[in-house]
């Protein structure tokens, strides 16, 4: 990380969270994919900068990640990452569950100005040009 210039890694398993923190030190952004809430938690009490909930993959946010989102939001301050956003219905979703960050999923890559044009009214924030 440190040699590329970047501020942070992101950890698909919460099981490395310690090693790169160990590694990286207190000051760089450490962000975590769970799939669970103890899972979150655990990660979010020793430190974690952000958790994320939902595969970077799917075409359209998960119930289960849905749910996870809005748990999360009501009861935790750490910032949440949901994934899974194909389109400004997925985003109007994740947005309305409490998603501090929302991860426009693989399935909106090839055609993601026009994603990002559809998605930006959902989320207030001005579209790309």
Wanted: one cysteine or more.
């Amino acid at each position: 990380m440190r040699a590329v210039g970047a501020d942070g890694v992101h950890l698909g398993m919460a099981v490395a969270y310690d090693e790169a923190r160990r590694r990286l030190g207190p000051d760089a952004i450490v962000g975590v994919a769970c799939d669970t809430r103890d899972d979150a938690i655990d990660v979010a009490e020793r430190g974690a900068d952000y958790v994320v909930f939902g595969d970077f993959d799917d075409a359209s946010p998960t119930d289960s990640t849905i749910d996870l989102t809005a748990w999360w939001s009501e009861v935790m301050t750490v910032p949440c990452v949901a994934a899974g956003c194909a389109g400004a219905r997925d985003a109007t979703r994740l947005a309305a569950a409490g998603a501090d960050f929302i991860a426009v999923g693989a399935a909106a890559w090839p055609a993601l100005a026009n994603t990002l044009r559809e998605i930006a009214p959902a989320l207030a924030i001005p579209p790309p040009a």
